[in-house]
């Protein structure tokens, strides 16, 4: 039974993908993110990870729902960070990212601060406590300087890389393929935003959505860092830790495209199919 624990968890979160991306552009731009997300090349590695790796994505979609449609109910997300950070090593900074969007002015509460504040960071000291009787999900590291930010930025860069560039193996092709790419999308998204969600009001839905992407990865990049940095037996970032950002950013990008596409040119469209599907291609065949 416990084989069949990961698959099951996999499949929530690319149901809470679909739900989410569909509420913000349509079901077909829900069903554009599941195929993308499932043809990840590091999807069912990612799976095969473990219990725990694979909680760890499922954690990460519900903590986005959470901030997304409930962006007061500090406690709920709180808590679940607080319970994250404490099973899941890599989790660590979601506590930094509940703090973060509790402390975010909402305009239909923004009297509220202090209190969602207070709610975010309680799960944290009790899970504390928690953590000195009953253990933790963290390995039995010292803490110290450990160093070498360069090699763990690398290997981050790596599992992102073949994402990006599946299949591709010469250096200079591959270099090439993963910095265009970044590029269109990096494009893509600040062009989405800059131009649709960012002039609507502040309590409009999509441009919540941008807010809670940026702030739950920063906070995963953060705790990522500190964790690489200050536990001396820390390994550098692998598929485990780091597959869950390149989900978010197959999310926001597929926002970004079907929310910009009406307006994209005919050439542009083109090309953006073409891109698509030999990414597809690659991916499978990958």
Same mark, same amino acid.
């Given at each position: =039974? ?51 790796? %694979? ?5 990460? =979609?519900?903590?986005?729902?959470? =901030? ?14 607080? !319970? !994250? ?13 509940? @703090?973060? $969007? &509790?402390?975010? &002015?909402?305009? %239909?509460?923004?009297? +509220? ?18 953590? &000195?009787?009953?253990?933790? +999900? $963290? ?39 993963? &910095? ?5 999308? *990096?494009? @893509? *998204? ?5 131009? *649709? ?27 990522? @860092? ?18 869950? =950002?390149?989900?978010?950013? @197959? ?5 970004? !495209? ?5 307006? $994209? ?22």
């Amino acid at each position: =039974m416990l084989v069949l624990i990961p698959p099951l968890l996999g499949g929530l979160s690319v149901a809470i993908a679909f739900s989410l991306i569909a509420g913000l552009a349509g079901p077909l731009a829900g069903w554009l993110a599941v195929v993308l997300l499932v043809a990840l090349p590091g999807f069912i590695p990612f799976h095969q990870l473990g219990v725990e790796t %694979t909680g760890f994505l499922l954690v990460t =979609m519900v903590m986005l729902l959470a =901030m997304l449609h409930a962006p007061r109910w500090s406690l709920a997300y709180g808590a679940l960070a607080a !319970a !994250a950070a404490l099973l899941i090593s890599p989790a660590a900074g979601f506590p930094i990212a509940a @703090v973060a $969007w &509790a402390a975010r &002015a909402h305009p %239909t509460n923004g009297s +509220g601060r202090r209190g969602r504040l207070l709610l975010a960071l309680a799960p944290l000291l009790v899970a504390l406590v928690l953590a &000195a009787w009953l253990g933790a +999900g $963290w390995p039995n590291g010292r803490i110290g300087w450990h160093g070498g930010l360069d090699r763990g930025l690398s290997a981050a860069g790596t599992v992102i890389g073949d994402q990006l560039a599946p299949g591709i193996e010469s250096p200079a092709v591959r270099f090439f393929a993963i &910095a265009d790419l970044s590029l269109i999308l *990096i494009a @893509v *998204i600040f062009t989405a935003w800059w131009r *649709i969600a960012r002039p609507t009001t502040a309590d409009a839905l999509l441009r919540r959505w941008y807010l809670a992407v940026a702030t739950l990865a920063a906070g995963v990049a953060v705790g990522l @860092v500190a964790r690489h940095l200050l536990l001396l037996d820390s390994p550098d970032p692998g598929l485990g830790a780091v597959f869950p =950002m390149a989900v978010l950013g @197959v999310l926001v990008g597929v926002t970004s !495209a079907t929310a910009w596409w009406p307006k $994209w040119s005919r050439w542009g469209k083109g090309l953006a199919a073409i891109l698509l599907l030999g990414w597809l291609q690659a991916a499978i065949r990958g």
